[in-house]
């Protein structure tokens, strides 16, 4: 069978628990075929149940020739298949021949011939014959792994391959009139529910020298194997174990190890992997996997033995996620050591035994090997100085050396003609080693100088970027800010080393285009490792934070928080909360302007209102509160029943405050100062009223949680505390009654505040309106003026009498009377005022290449221009000037 066609899965049956069905209690017939009643596919009537009083009664010497001859005579009956209503006693006469066997051999054949009739497809006369029968299928499909502890071995065989036949079954060779053929996939379902998988596993420990008959208890199993129920059932009966102890047990065929690797894979995918992994976590298992490893990887040549080899290399990795595992053979046979040896720069004109991509591939499965083997390891790691060997060779990673890889095996994808392969397997070791959170492993880093040096590789993947290698530059530079994170969390040198070219790094990151976040290319995880580092490496130490605020990082970071993408926004508003412990911070929250000049107090409102809107909070259309005694429920609240909890059990409004947003808003608003945010409109300052008295409700509401599981257990508060616990029930509720109050307040305040600006708007309309109408009348006045002589007369007299009215009753002597009309005009409009000025006279200014140097000059009383004076001359007495 090959390892496709062992792989292809059957038909897959659903889960199914034991079917209780009681068969109808008939007499079972079988058929005697005539040669006439053949060739109408007919069944002849025979009692079943006298073969079976056959077989129970002893005594006479020709007993055993008559029930080996009825046996016979069964089979020939049932060369088509058999009833699905004559199953059950059809194998309770087999399990009379399977009693016999061990004193009476001649019974095998006919055990043989039934167990084989059993790969054909059932029979059923009627559709319900499925479910009717059911119960008897199940049973006696189950009976067949208990046959297995007959010790024949052409007997076992046939078992194997009638289980195989379930999934490979051949259409009768001929029809049988009133039957047909039962589904194809009944017969598994019924091996499923008649737990034959767990009796096939338990089979395997009486076949321990049997190797052909083991092979093919193998072969059974991992037909059976693609089925989840099968899987569940074989981990029960300690499947895993059993298989993987044996893997190289001596077999020159191959199949042996072929077939236990293809069920421990089943297994793992198709049942709890944490119990396949405990089950393989002892020496015994461990030891055989190595071995295995060892002959595949020094003697392995074809595809087969090199996928064979990768597999078992695998399932080793997942062992070691368990901490339990008795990884100490690999201390004994120094792994740690064996697997650094690849760990290093290639020597030049050094002869290697392997070709140069063989070796890559080598180089990246050690590296890869390290990282979920060394972590278990640490001794050794540090024994063997392993940070010092990673960091020397990330330093060749990073340097431009001439190097082509070639980018062939699975580690190797990206990573043709460069080294981010190898530094991407290395960071991914780092990475795994820093997250032990191990002092002595994290302290040997910073002092070998990693944190400057991951600072450097860093810089030098943004200048090596290109599209082609974009996803594995994203994942080396989330891999580097994630190492940063564990070297600075705890460690305040660390964060001062990580120093200003740390924060630009962040910085760097913090202005990518948004939209590459929905690339899928890793931008996401970047973004994250980005506020992670914010979190560990910056925050805490002061010149850091200083030096962020200066390069606009609080501004950066408020743009991500207005993408108003869910997944970030809880992670930015945590940092939030810490950077305003800073005094500058606020001042820089304050200024920050977003789209339509939003101000960062709005959007903190704004995302207050989302998040209770998600959540389901009740508010009415005005976003007030709408019950006074839950001003913060949500609906999953409303929803679960107080349930009284042990003390050291959070209850849900605990809860309620780490699973959403609300307390971290409320942190940094009230840090901003809730009476003097900038930019906000009425709708904010009716939601800013209950973010205010977010601490006071979530208080009440946790003592109204108290109150009321005393009342669940039956408790009974003596008077002073149930007078206590009351008032303070009462004044949360008048906490909320007062917002409320205020809210309506500010909603009618605002309301009035429209009236008024509407009220503006219409007297603004109807004054340009009114404009607009005197502008109109003016024009069409002037229109009569220029068209109609009659009008022009009368529009002059009425402004000549205007005139005349408006002048003194009483000329004032010595004055000088100036016309306002000019004679002679032929015009049709009135003109405008006109004063006749003459020239001013020669003499007075000197002509016009006189001498007008004002440092000399000074004016004179009686007006005009300039003209010359003595500079000893004094002021003269003034004189009564003439008019112009």
């Known amino acids: 069978m090959s390892r496709a066609e062992a792989a292809e899965p059957a038909e897959a049956p659903e889960p199914s628990s034991r079917i209780k069905f009681s068969s109808p209690r008939q007499i079972p017939i079988v058929g005697v075929v005539t040669e006439d009643e053949e060739v109408q596919g007919a069944f002849k009537s025979m009692d079943l149940n006298r073969v079976i009083k056959l077989f129970e009664?002893?005594?006479?010497?020709?007993?055993?020739?008559?029930?080996?001859?009825?046996?016979?005579?069964?089979?020939?009956?049932?060369?088509?298949?058999?009833?699905?209503?004559?199953?059950?006693?059809?194998?309770?006469?087999?399990?009379?021949?399977?009693?016999?066997?061990?004193?009476?051999?001649?019974?095998?054949?006919?055990?043989?011939?039934?167990?084989?009739?059993?790969?054909?497809?059932?029979?059923?006369?009627?559709?319900?014959?499925?479910?009717?029968?059911?119960?008897?299928?199940?049973?006696?499909?189950?009976?067949?792994?208990?046959?297995?502890?007959?010790?024949?071995?052409?007997?076992?065989?046939?078992?194997?391959?009638?289980?195989?036949?379930?999934?490979?079954?051949?259409?009768?060779?001929?029809?049988?009139?009133?039957?047909?053929?039962?589904?194809?996939?009944?017969?598994?379902?019924?091996?499923?529910?008649?737990?034959?998988?767990?009796?096939?596993?338990?089979?395997?420990?009486?076949?321990?020298?049997?190797?052909?008959?083991?092979?093919?208890?193998?072969?059974?199993?991992?037909?059976?194997?693609?089925?989840?129920?099968?899987?569940?059932?074989?981990?029960?009966?300690?499947?895993?174990?059993g298989i993987c102890a044996h893997l190289n047990d001596p077999d020159p065929s191959g199949q042996l190890l072929f077939r236990s690797s293809e069920i421990l894979w089943n297994l793992l995918e198709k049942s709890s992997k944490e119990e396949i992994i405990q089950q393989l976590s002892n020496l015994k298992c461990l030891l055989a996997l190595k071995e295995v490893f060892k002959n595949l990887f020094i003697r392995g040549v074809s595809h087969y033995d090199r996928q064979l080899r990768n597999d078992i290399l695998v399932i080793t990795t997942i062992i070691s996620q368990n901490p339990g595992a008795p990884m100490i053979l690999l201390i004994d046979g120094k792994v740690i050591l064996a697997l650094f040896t690849y760990v290093k720069r290639p020597e030049k004109h050094k002869i290697l035994e392997w070709s140069a991509a063989q070796y890559e591939e080598l180089q990246l499965h050690a590296i890869a090997t390290l990282s979920s083997v060394a972590p278990f390891l640490i001794d050794e790691y540090l024994f063997y100085k392993g940070n010092d060997q990673v960091l020397e060779f990330l330093a060749w990673c990073d340097n431009e050396d001439s190097f082509f890889s070639h980018g062939n095996s699975f580690h190797g994808a990206g990573g043709r003609g460069n080294k981010f392969a190898q530094m991407r397997y290395s960071l991914r070791l780092l990475r795994a080693m820093v997250y032990l959170e191990n002092d002595t492993i994290n302290k040997d880093l910073c002092e070998n100088g990693a944190i400057q040096q991951l600072i450097g590789i860093f810089k030098n993947t943004i200048s090596k970027y290109n599209d082609k290698e974009e996803a594995i530059l994203l994942e080396i530079q989330s891999d580097i800010l994630l190492i940063l994170s564990g070297l600075c969390e705890y460690h305040i040198p660390g964060k001062e080393i990580f120093g200003t070219e740390g924060v630009d790094i962040i910085l760097h990151v913090m202005k990518t285009d948004p939209k590459k976040l929905q690339s899928g290319l890793g931008y996401n995880v970047l973004l994250y490792s980005t506020l992670d580092s914010i979190w560990c490496c910056i925050l805490g130490c002061y010149p850091s934070e200083d030096y962020f605020l200066e390069k606009e990082g609080i501004f950066l970071l408020l743009d991500l928080l207005a993408l108003n993408q869910k997944k970030f926004c809880n992670l930015i508003l945590g940092i939030m909360v810490e950077f305003c412990d800073n005094p500058k911070t606020a001042a820089h929250v304050n200024a920050w302007r977003g789209k339509k000049d939003q101000t960062a107090a709005s959007l903190l409102i704004k995302l207050w209102r989302k998040e209770e809107k998600e959540l389901g909070v009740k508010r009415d259309k005005y976003g007030k509160i709408v019950d006074t005694k839950k001003p913060l429920f949500t609906s999953f609240q409303e929803e679960q029943k107080i349930i009284p909890l042990p003390a050291n059990c959070p209850t849900i409004a605990v809860m309620d405050v780490a699973e959403n947003i609300r307390a971290k808003i409320y942190a940094v608003l009230g840090k901003l100062d809730f009476e003097n945010l900038p930019g906000l409109s009425a709708e904010d300052f009716v939601t800013l009223c209950i973010i205010h008295r977010y601490l006071d409700f979530k208080i009440g509401e946790i003592w109204n949680e108290i109150y009321e599981e005393i009342k669940l257990e039956k408790l009974r508060p003596v008077t002073t505390d149930k007078k206590i616990l009351e008032s303070i029930t009462a004044a949360s509720e008048n906490i909320g009654k007062m917002v409320v109050s205020l809210q309506s307040e500010m909603i009618e305040s605002q309301a009035r505040q429209d009236v008024q600006n509407e009220q503006k708007v219409y007297t603004k309309i109807q004054a340009t309106h009114k404009q607009r109408e005197l502008a109109n009348k003016s024009w069409e006045n002037f229109l009569a003026r220029t068209s109609n002589a009659k009008t022009l007369k009368k529009a002059k007299r009425l402004q000549e009498k205007a005139i005349e009215s408006s002048r003194y009753g009483e000329r004032p002597p010595n004055a000088i009377f100036h016309r306002t009309d000019i004679k002679g005009l032929n015009a049709t409009v009135p003109s405008g005022g006109v004063v006749t000025v003459e020239s001013t006279p020669a003499r007075l200014v000197g002509g016009p290449l006189a001498d007008t140097d004002i440092a000399l000059k000074k004016l004179p009383i009686r007006g005009g221009a300039l003209q010359k004076v003595k500079a000893v001359k004094t002021v003269d007495e003034p004189k009564k000037s003439d008019p112009a």
């Open 57 to 241: 009664e002893t005594g006479k010497d020709d007993w055993e020739q008559r029930q080996l001859k009825s046996v016979k005579k069964l089979v020939q009956c049932y060369q088509n298949g058999f009833p699905l209503r004559d199953l059950a006693q059809i194998f309770k006469i087999l399990n009379l021949c399977a009693e016999k066997i061990k004193t009476q051999p001649h019974f095998i054949e006919p055990a043989y011939n039934i167990i084989k009739l059993c790969g054909l497809p059932f029979l059923k006369k009627k559709a319900s014959d499925e479910i009717t029968y059911a119960e008897d299928t199940a049973n006696s499909i189950g009976l067949l792994g208990d046959l297995m502890k007959i010790q024949n071995s052409e007997l076992r065989i046939q078992i194997c391959k009638c289980i195989i036949d379930f999934y490979h079954a051949e259409p009768p060779k001929k029809h049988i009139t009133g039957y047909q053929q039962a589904s194809s996939s009944y017969k598994i379902k019924m091996a499923e529910v008649g737990e034959l998988a767990k009796t096939m596993i338990q089979s395997l420990e009486l076949l321990e020298n049997q190797l052909v008959e083991k092979l093919w208890v193998l072969k059974a199993l991992q037909h059976l194997s693609t089925s989840e129920v099968n899987c569940t059932l074989m981990v029960k009966a300690q499947a895993a174990s």
